[in-house]
């Protein structure tokens, strides 16, 4: 298995905007080949840091998705 994690540091007049992005990425992200599961987190302590979560089961699915449009 592949853990995938991006982290951002956003401004914090767009909070709303990302964290709505980020979570109408979830299912996309899951429906594609390979994915195990895909979870966004907003740290307790930092508010404008957010993690976009992904587990893959291979290398090759999770490079296959990163080269896809």
Same mark, same amino acid.
């Given at each position: 298995? +592949?853990?995938? +994690? &991006? &982290?951002? !540091?956003?401004? #914090? @007049?767009?909070? =709303? /905007?990302?964290?709505? =992005? #980020?979570?109408?990425m979830? /299912?996309?992200? *899951? !429906? %594609?080949?390979?994915? #195990?599961?895909?979870?966004?987190?907003?740290? +307790? *302590?930092?508010?404008?840091?957010?993690? #976009? %979560?992904?587990?893959? *089961? =291979?290398? *090759?699915?999770?490079? /296959? @998705?990163?080269?896809?449009?």
């Amino acid at each position: 298995m +592949i853990i995938f +994690i &991006t &982290t951002m !540091n956003v401004f #914090l @007049d767009k909070r =709303t /905007e990302v964290m709505q =992005t #980020l979570l109408s990425m979830i /299912e996309p992200i *899951e !429906n %594609v080949r390979g994915c #195990l599961s895909c979870h966004v987190f907003r740290d +307790i *302590e930092e508010k404008n840091v957010f993690c #976009l %979560v992904e587990e893959w *089961e =291979t290398r *090759e699915d999770l490079d /296959e @998705d990163i080269g896809s449009e």
